[in-house]
Structure formats: structure tokens, C-alpha cells
């Protein structure tokens, strides 16, 4: 399986979700295409990839009006019609609805989004070891 991964992070804690989620696909001899920002998405990466991984990081007032953050970027990027995607986001206390937000996002693509999940930022090696096992047993048999 080859994977694109495209992250919005400002403080990083996306952005090291990304990174041990594909250190533990690419011990699951997954093909790790690219690692880029989604304002700044690797084309090349993209287009050999069979699946998108698209996170950002939850932006609210912590208890409520959560969403993830700069879901507009997401529609920028080029149609993603016949990938596989997967969308994460990380947060700090409650994501709200941004997990759902953000597949809502992704699939306004043209992506057939497979699943996600929200990683608590103090969780990240549980939370990207639970998003790599996931993706792998969902893409076992594709
Ligand atoms: C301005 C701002 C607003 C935030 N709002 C929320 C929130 O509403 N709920 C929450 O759980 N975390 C919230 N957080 C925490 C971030 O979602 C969390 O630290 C995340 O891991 C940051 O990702 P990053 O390091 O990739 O930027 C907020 C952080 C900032 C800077």
C-alpha cells in the first residue's frame, strides 16, 4: 500500500502524529509516498498514492464551538477521486465534532474515506499506534 500524508499542525503535535503513524505503516512494508502541509501538498506524492491521509488539529474554545482547523485548505486540494483517504486530527481536551467535520472535508473530494480518529495530544504514540493498526486491518484485503 502506498500512503500521501498532507498535515496542517502549528505546534507540531499534528505533524509528530504523522510521522510515528508512518514510521509504523512503513514497518507494515507500506510505501510512505510524501509528508507535506495540506497549503502545500506534494502533487507527486498524491498521484502515487492509493490512499490520503489528511490531519489537522482541533481550534475551538477547548469545551465547545471545536472545529478543525483550516478544513477550507482541504477543498483546495486537487480532486482526490478514485484514492482510498483516512482523516485524524489532534486536540487537547474534546474535539467536538471535528473528527466529523473534517471526513465530511476530505470526502467533498472525491475520496472514499475509510475511517479516522481523534489523537489526544498527550496520547500520541497510543493514538498513532491505534490509527496505523486500524488502517492496516481496513486495508488488508484491498
Ligand atoms: C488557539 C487554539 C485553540 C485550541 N482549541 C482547542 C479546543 O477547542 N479543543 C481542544 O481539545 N484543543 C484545542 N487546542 C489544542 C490543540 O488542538 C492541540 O494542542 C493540538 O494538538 C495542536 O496541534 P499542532 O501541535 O499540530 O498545532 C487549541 C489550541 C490552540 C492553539
Redesign the pocket.
Known sequence: MKAAILVE???????RAAEKTADLLAQERWSITGLSKVREPDLTSIQEADLILVGT??????VF??APWAVNNISNLPALSGKKAAAFC???????SSLDRLTRAVGDTGAYVIGGLAMS?SKLDQHSEEFATRLVDALADA
Open positions: 499542525s502549528l505546534t507540531g503535535n499534528t505533524w488539529w482541533v481550534h475551538g474554545a477547548f464551538g471545536q489532534t486536540f487537547a481536551l474534546s474535539p467536538g495530544r
